[in-house]
């Protein structure tokens, strides 16, 4: 992989701040951008970078497609709105859940997720904006990742050879490439996001679709949904990189008011790491997982198995898929 890290005690972060703001005006010149928000720290980093490089020339989009955490959508425009970064909300849900229909294999949906975004919502505000330019949150981890085989991240493009003008009608730009998320952190500080943003645990950009095993629906999605504001609500106060709530594929026999209760069954996970590339599952007290268990299975309708992933990764990955 020819792209160069820039380590995190090596980053000097006003400096950076100010190459990123002049490559990003250099390369869109007297145009103007789109710019993906997924909410995240590496977007949210993104939108400062281009909002304080091209100012009103800057289109940021929200894409609403289906796939994200409760009150998501509404929260994320808030909230970059308060930074001074005015977002547009896109609806795509129909959209996303047409491409996801009947697809099981991880790599199929990312395809579908990826394809969706790219190629239709974007592909489609590119067209109506006139712009020939997208900003986008890639970080170093995801193109590692990616490149060795571990798992495709769906914002990965020309790693892969793929020629984006010739595939979606413009050139994606991508100004914390060279960083993992430690130092994205640093340099979100720096441009004066809030700690809830620049501090929040990490979130994948094909949303709660990457902790939903096997086949995608809006009925699956909304029970991975409830069982992740249980899981944020309980563990919000743990130093923890990432935690989450997984959707298993397969059924299993529980009881309710003494019968039998043909359920589903939730993974949750909980990780210390400093960068993504190794993690161990955070020791969690056992009151926390039996608090877990109560809630899980007694507010999410059909829940009546829940476990903790204690795999480190290796050999497990921090997403299920």
Known sequence: MALRE??????????????????????????????????????????MLGHRALGNRLKTYFIDNGIMRAGEPESVVSTMEKC???VELVDAR?????????????????????????????????KESGTRFLLQ?????????????IKRQHNILEQLGIDTEAAYGYKV???????????????????????????????????????????TTRQRIELVRQATVVVE?????????????????????????????????IEVRCWDSEDAVVGSPTRLPYEILETLASRITSEVPGVVSVTYNITPKPPSTIEAL
Not at 7 to 14: P, Q, S
Not at 19 to 38: E, F, P, Y
Not at 139 to 149: K, Q, S
């Open 233 to 265: 609500q309980e563990l919000a106060g743990i130093d923890a990189f990432q935690y989450m709530a997984i959707l298993h594929a397969d059924r299993v026999t529980g009881m309710r008011e003494g019968k039998r209760d043909y359920g589903h069954q």
């Open 94 to 126: 129909d959209e996303f859940f047409d491409a996801l229909k009947g697809k099981s294999d991880p790599e199929e949906k990312r395809q579908a997720i990826t394809d969706t975004f790219y190629r239709s919502v974007f592909g489609r505000l590119v």
């Open 6 to 47: 820039i380590k995190f005690e090596d980053l000097e972060v006003a400096s950076f701040i100010e190459l990123q703001c002049r490559a990003i005006s250099s390369k869109v010149g007297d145009s103007i951008a789109i710019n993906a928000l997924s909410g995240g720290v590496d977007s949210s980093v993104v939108s």
């Open 84 to 86: 001074g970064v005015p």
């Open 173 to 215: 730009i991508e100004p914390i490439i060279q960083l993992r998320k430690p130092a994205v952190r640093a340099v979100g500080k720096a441009l004066g996001l809030p700690q809830e943003v620049f501090n929040r645990p990490p979130f994948p950009g094909p949303a709660l679709a990457t902790r939903v095993i096997g086949v």
């Open 137 to 149: 949150g890639t970080n170093f981890t995801d193109v590692e990742e990616t490149v060795a085989g």
